[in-house]
């Protein structure tokens, strides 16, 4: 069984930088492409960033954090990572991150319906 756990959340002031992990346990991690979401109280999920299986070529991310976030992963470590910087208050929310096996698709990988394993979620909470 795929298990997902973040961590890495917190309270910062806007302007700062947070880095979030995902550890995955179960399956075959590298195979795996991988996406970060975020979720207001009372929103839908909305897309962060995704990587494919390799990581090198193959990224994504929101317009909204383009330039201010950036996800990267360790195969060997089973960890996916969301770099924060220049944080504003409306990043907060909380972030999970997503696991599907499968070919990387830059559309797909966007859709929070295309992935089939979720963490628990880590709070993100960014004051003015």
């Known amino acids: 069984q795929v298990q997902l756990v973040e961590s890495g959340g917190g309270l910062v002031q806007a302007g700062g930088s947070l880095r979030l992990s995902c550890v995955v346990s179960?399956?075959?991690?590298?195979?795996?492409?991988m996406g970060w979401f975020r979720q207001a109280p009372g929103k839908e999920y909305v897309f962060v960033a995704a990587?494919?299986?390799?990581?090198?070529?193959?990224?994504a991310s929101a317009d909204s954090v383009k330039g201010r976030f950036t996800i990267s992963r360790d195969n060997a470590e089973n960890t996916v990572y969301l770099q924060m910087n220049s944080l504003k208050p409306e990043d907060t929310a909380v972030y999970y991150c997503?696991?599907?096996?499968?070919?990387?698709?830059?559309?797909?990988?966007?859709?929070?319906?295309?992935?089939?394993?979720w963490g628990q979620g880590t709070q993100v909470t960014v004051s003015s």
């Open positions: 990587i494919s299986w390799s990581g090198r070529t193959n990224t």
């Open positions: 179960g399956g075959t991690f590298s195979s795996y492409t």
């Open positions: 997503a696991a599907r096996s499968g070919v990387y698709n830059p559309m797909n990988a966007r859709r929070s319906t295309w992935y089939h394993n």
